[in-house]
C-alpha cells in the first residue's frame, strides 16, 4: 500500500517569506497523479494544485506544485497571513487514494 | 455550481451503527462518482471509498470492507455512507467530495461537503 511521508512537520515563516513543503511516497506515482489540500480548523479540505503542478480554479499564482515519481513539492512563493493552515498531499494513481499526514503552516 | 450537503452531527454507542447522507445539487449525480473520506481529530483525511449512483456498485476501500455500506437515492440525489460495529477510533469527520472530473474514477477532489461530525462513546 502506497504511504506518503510529508516534511516538516511545522514550518513558522514571516510574511512574505518562500516556503518549501515536502512530499515524499512509498512508490512511484507517476507524474500526473498527485493532488494538494490546504485545511483551515472547521474547514473541509480546498484543492490547491493537481496533477502535480496544475492550479485548481481560483487558487492564488503564488501557490505552485513541481515533481514526479516519489517526490513533490509545495512551495508558497511569498507567504501571506491567510495562508495559514494544514496542508495535505494525495495520490491518486493507484486504484485508490493516500493522503499524507499534513504540513502545519503557522505565522511568525 | 455543484453543492453537497451532508446531515447533521450524531452520538453513537459502540458497537452501533450510523448513516450519513450527502446531498448533491448542481450536477448530473447519478453518473458522477462521489467519494467518502474521513478525518479523525488532529490525522490526515482517510478515503473510505466511492459510488457511481447509475450503477450501484461501491467501491470500498480494503479497510473498511465488510463494516461500510454505500447506497444511493437518485430521486432526491442522495447519497448515504452506513458504517456499523461503531469504535471509538472511528470518532471522526466524515466528508462526501466528488472529483475534478466526474467521468474519472481516480482524480483529485475538486468539491467536499461541510463535513458531519460522528462521536463514538459510552
Known amino acids: 500500500e502506497m504511504v506518503l511521508t510529508q516534511s516538516p512537520g511545522t514550518l513558522s515563516l514571516s510574511p512574505g517569506e518562500r516556503a518549501t513543503l515536502s512530499c515524499r511516497a512509498s512508490q512511484n506515482v507517476g507524474s500526473s497523479y498527485l493532488a494538494w489540500y490546504q485545511q483551515k480548523p472547521g474547514q473541509a479540505p480546498r484543492l490547491l494544485i493537481y496533477g502535480a503542478s496544475s492550479r485548481a480554479t481560483g487558487i492564488p499564482d503564488r501557490f505552485s506544485g513541481s515533481g514526479s515519481g516519489t517526490d513533490f513539492t509545495l512551495t508558497i512563493s511569498r507567504l501571506e497571513p491567510e495562508d495559514v493552515a494544514v496542508y495535505y498531499c494525495?495520490?491518486?494513481?493507484?486504484?485508490?487514494?493516500?493522503f499524507g499526514p499534513g504540513t502545519k503552516v503557522d505565522i511568525k | 455550481q455543484v453543492q453537497l450537503v451532508q446531515s447533521g452531527a450524531e452520538v453513537k454507542k459502540p458497537g452501533s451503527s450510523v448513516k450519513v447522507s450527502c446531498r448533491a445539487s448542481g450536477g448530473t449525480f447519478r453518473s458522477d462518482v462521489l467519494n467518502w473520506v474521513r478525518q479523525a481529530p488532529g490525522q490526515g483525511p482517510e478515503w473510505m471509498g466511492g459510488i457511481i449512483p447509475m450503477f450501484a456498485r461501491p467501491n470500498y476501500a480494503k479497510k473498511f470492507q465488510g463494516r461500510v455500506t454505500f447506497t444511493a437515492d437518485e430521486s432526491t440525489s442522495t447519497v448515504y455512507m452506513e458504517l456499523s460495529s461503531l469504535k471509538s477510533e472511528d470518532t471522526a469527520v466524515y466528508y462526501c467530495a466528488r472529483p475534478l472530473d466526474t467521468r474519472i474514477v481516480y482524480d483529485a477532489f475538486d468539491i467536499w461537503g461541510q463535513g458531519t461530525m460522528v462521536t463514538v462513546s459510552s
Open positions: 494525495q495520490q491518486y494513481g493507484s486504484a485508490s487514494f493516500t
